[in-house]
């Protein structure tokens, strides 16, 4: 007898999103399973923006549906997505560099004691979530303006985590990071992989992507070109990016695709 296949986390069907006459997503079908790093890469203009503020709730789709345990689900508001267990971090971290790390954790969201902030709880968190994500920080009372790179990531990452959510989106984590602090954000990813999220990695940095992925989907003027293994070699992947055709194959010829 064959077994059956879990029912993804988050899936797309026949995803599109329009702004005005630019097709910025087209039909895009994309599954994410537990305890999985979904890569997710293209070139500049490839629709991944696009599709992070879809996973977010930032914009509804013009056509298809999102599936949640295979129900549809309406993600928008942000707050909505948030609710059903997706967390998005993007680029920008929306972190306040004169506040530290606590306070930028909780921001929004303190524990109190009576009328007053138990600071004591707050701080005792927020060590807990670091070292769940093996991150490491002078003190959880730095102002965030004087962590690296790398260190801010993982604070904007520890805060997504305080509402529980299933599926972890990170948009373009890597980018404008120096090689050892890319090193950190994708011993990051693992870890969240470890402690059973789904990861939705959005990226134009291919090779940092091999790294961490378990399968690698290739966005191409807001279609999804294919969808590779994490062994993949990374001129596949440049030619699947790119439209070219490496020299001596065919096209179509030599990639090793899997089921999305």
Do not use: C
């Not at 972190?95 to 138990?118: A, C, I, Y």
């Not at 090689?179 to 939705?200: D, I, S, Y």
Request: glycine share 10%; no cysteine; net charge negative.
């Amino acid at each position: 007898m064959q077994e059956k296949t879990p029912v993804p986390v988050l899936s797309l069907r026949g995803v599109s999103k329009n702004f005005g006459g630019v097709h910025a997503l087209v039909d895009v079908d994309l599954d994410v399973r537990e305890r999985e790093v979904l890569a997710v890469v293209g070139d500049n203009g490839a629709g991944k923006s696009t599709l992070a503020g879809v996973l977010a709730g930032a914009y509804r789709p013009d056509a298809g549906e999102v599936r949640l345990d295979g129900a549809p689900v309406v993600l928008d508001p942000p707050a909505t997505a948030r609710a059903l267990g997706i967390a998005t971090v993007f680029q920008d971290l929306a972190l306040m560099d004169d506040l530290d790390v606590v306070e930028n954790l909780f921001l929004g969201h303190e524990t109190r004691r009576g009328p007053l902030l138990d600071e004591v709880a707050m701080e005792r968190r927020a060590w807990a979530l670091l070292d769940q994500l093996a991150a490491t920080v002078p003190s959880v009372r730095e102002p965030v303006r004087t962590l690296s790179g790398g260190q801010r990531q993982v604070v904007a990452v520890a805060r997504a985590l305080l509402g529980s959510p299933r599926v972890v989106v990170l948009d373009e984590p890597t980018a404008s990071l120096g090689v050892r602090q890319t090193a950190e954000v994708l011993n990051l990813v693992v870890r969240l992989r470890e402690r059973g999220h789904a990861v939705v990695l959005i990226s134009h940095q291919a090779a940092d992507l091999q790294a961490v992925a378990d399968r690698i989907l290739v966005l191409r003027l807001g279609q999804v070109h294919d969808v590779f293994t994490g062994d993949t070699s990374y001129e596949d992947l440049l030619a699947a990016m790119t439209g070219a055709v490496r020299p001596g194959t065919r096209r179509g010829g030599s990639r090793k695709a899997v089921a999305p």
